[in-house]
T-cell receptor, first 111, second 117 residues
Framework: EDQVTQSPEALRLQEGESSSLNCSYT??????LFWYRQDPGKGPEFLFT???AGEEKEKERLKATLTKKESFLHITAPKPEDSATYLC????????????FGSGTRLLVRP | NAGVTQTPKFQVLKTGQSMTLQCAQD?????MSWYRQDPGMGLRLIHY???????DQGEVPNGYNVSRSTTEDFPLRLLSAAPSQTSVYFC????????????????FGEGSRLTVL
């Protein structure tokens, strides 16, 4: 069964304290892995797409990486405005009409 | 651009009542979908559509109906509401790249928060 597991469930950081979020996945054939950001009371907002192991994408203080079993979202020198829930999702080759989402990591960055 | 617009934002129903959640997008996306989000669980696909007149079931379709008469609109109907349908519902759209394939870059609405008593 295709599955996505994110860890930790919650993470508290001081402003400027870098860290990483983990997304482990099990899928029969990976079409793509996606990272989304969700603010409280809002819908998820797309961040990155990764297609193959070794691929990296960057946007401001965020960098996403991909291996054959997991993806990391690295946050460098975070700011309070980076506080949000970060969602990971996979799209499988044999069920490409849907995304399979993890339950997310709630990130709080304190000033 | 408005993007994906959902109405209502909040709704309280009694068990057995029916209602329709509205979703409209102005990006000319062929692919549209409905997800539900529950605490501690990932978003789960209810129904999806790859174009006007075409709909199909997702992971958790029971108790819900959809239709797609235009490219822009994709309403979700709750036939007889149950407390288990208390959730936050998200409509999302994307570009279609194949028969049942979308890019994975979903554009989400702001959500409809439903409580069933």
């Amino acid at each position: 069964e295709d599955q996505v597991t994110q860890s930790p469930e919650a993470l508290r950081l001081q402003e400027g304290e870098s860290s990483s979020l983990n997304c482990s996945y099990t899928v029969s054939g990976l079409r793509g892995l996606f990272w989304y950001r969700q603010d409280p009371g809002k819908g998820p907002e797309f961040l990155f797409t990764l297609y193959s192991a070794g691929e990296e994408k960057e946007k401001e203080r965020l960098k996403a990486t991909l291996t054959k079993k997991e993806s990391f979202l690295h946050i460098t020198a975070p700011k309070p405005e980076d506080s949000a829930t970060y969602l990971c999702a996979v799209q499988a080759v044999d069920s490409s009409y849907k995304l399979i989402f993890g339950s997310g990591t709630r990130l709080l960055v304190r000033p | 651009n408005a993007g994906v617009t959902q109405t209502p934002k909040f709704q309280v129903l009694k068990t057995g009542q029916s209602m329709t959640l509205q979703c409209a997008q102005d990006m000319n996306h062929e692919y549209m979908s409905w997800y539900r989000q529950d605490p501690g669980m990932g978003l789960r696909l209810i129904h999806y559509s790859v174009g006007a007149g075409i709909t199909d079931q997702g992971e958790v379709p029971n108790g819900y109906n959809v239709s797609r008469s235009t490219t822009e609109d994709f309403p979700l109907r709750l036939l007889s509401a149950a407390p288990s349908q208390t959730s936050v519902y998200f409509c999302a759209s994307s570009l279609r790249t194949g028969q049942k394939v979308h890019t994975g870059e979903l554009f989400f609405g702001e959500g409809s928060r439903l409580t069933v008593l």
